[in-house]
């Protein structure tokens, strides 16, 4: 009598469920590792974009305070608000940096704080309250002159009265030049605005001549 060995059906179909499994678990953990790279990809890329783009820009003229007598500006306002599409930040005096640069002096850090009050008739009403804020020791022309090259924040429009900038508000940034380091003629200034999240506002002037007690820096 001949003996015959086989595989039976139900011996193959185990075997073929196991391999099934097997390889649903391989695919599984495949297409998850991926799913999470992917993610992680996505954020990465977001998280760029958003450090890129400047969530703040000037928003007009900047002004300055002139001194016919040095030839020089004493002082400048810039507006700035949030750029389009742009999340509201933080200005508080350890949430933002400005950095001030000129052919003569460059600092790391001028920002001296925001100002309480926001309603200002004219740039010399702005230097006042700075001092009477000990923002800066004196106002330009006074004594010595201001003790520091200082910028100072204040609100021209503030929604909810916090120290954040929204959309819809808008900002100036002052800043008041010590009498030994006032830009003249022909003189390049730069100033640099780091908030805690997005990329540098950076605003370059040419120092116009200066024959009026107001100069605009375009």
Do not use: H, W
Request: charge should be negative.
């Amino acid at each position: 009598m001949v003996q015959r060995r086989g595989i039976t059906g139900v011996e193959s179909a185990i075997v073929l469920i196991a391999f099934v499994i097997v390889a649903a678990a391989i695919a599984y953990v495949v297409l998850n590792s991926g799913f999470q790279t992917t993610e992680k990809a996505k954020s990465t890329i977001t998280t760029g974009l958003s450090e890129a783009s400047s969530g703040i820009e000037v928003a007009g003229a900047a002004t300055g305070k002139g001194n016919v007598t040095s030839a020089a500006v004493a002082a400048y306002t810039i507006p700035v608000k949030l750029a389009a599409g742009g999340s509201s930040i933080d200005i508080a005096q350890d949430k933002m940096i400005i950095r001030y640069s000129s052919k003569s002096v460059t600092y790391d850090n001028i920002y001296a704080g925001i100002m309480s009050n926001t309603t200002f008739a004219s740039i010399d009403d702005a230097i006042q309250q700075a001092k009477d804020e000990n923002m800066v020791l004196r106002k330009p022309g006074e004594g010595a002159g201001p003790d520091k090259t200082a910028a100072i924040v204040y609100f021209t429009t503030n929604t909810n009265n916090n120290r954040v900038l929204d959309p819809a508000e808008q900002i100036m940034i002052l800043v008041v030049f010590k009498d030994a380091e006032r830009p003249a003629a022909l003189d390049v200034t730069r100033l640099e605005v780091i908030p805690v999240s997005g990329a540098p506002l950076s605003v370059e002037r040419t120092i116009p001549p200066v024959a009026d007690t107001v100069v605009r820096l375009d």
